[in-house]
């Protein structure tokens, strides 16, 4: 299995950036999607989540309305659009699989490699 971000950059605060992590050797539309993401000195938290069927998407509230998360499972894509960056989005970004739901605990089976985001003030 491998699950493969790209998208990341440097942006200034108020810009956008589009993620997308693409998945193989796995059965994608089993699986429910995350993104994660960690700044330095802090621990890994939860960005976004989607069902496996994307009619359910999960937030964390720190990205509530500026964040959008979606999913192609014909491409075998998850993607993260996120709008109105702030510096203190600044974190590498880890796109993540599991069966069955989205959890906000990590627990996940597969994870990506991560991809740098830098937002400058």
């Known amino acids: 299995v491998q699950l493969v971000e790209s998208g990341g950059g440097l942006v200034q605060a108020g810009g956008s950036l589009r993620l997308s992590c693409a998945a193989s050797?796995?059965?994608?539309?089993?699986?429910?999607m995350a993104w994660f993401r960690q700044a330095p000195g802090k621990e890994r938290e939860f960005v976004a989540g989607?069902?496996?069927?994307?009619?359910?998407?999960y937030y964390a509230d720190s990205v509530k309305g500026r964040f959008t998360i979606s999913r192609d499972n014909a491409k075998n894509t998850v993607y993260l659009q996120m709008n109105s960056l702030r510096p203190e989005d600044t974190a590498v970004y880890y796109c993540?699989?599991?069966?069955?739901?989205?959890?906000?605990?990590?627990?996940?089976?597969?994870w990506g490699q991560g991809t740098q985001v830098s937002v400058s003030s």
């Open positions: 993540a699989a599991r069966l069955n739901r989205v959890e906000v605990d990590g627990k996940y089976a597969y």
């Open positions: 050797g796995l059965t994608f539309s089993f699986y429910a």
């Open positions: 989607i069902s496996w069927s994307g009619g359910s998407t």
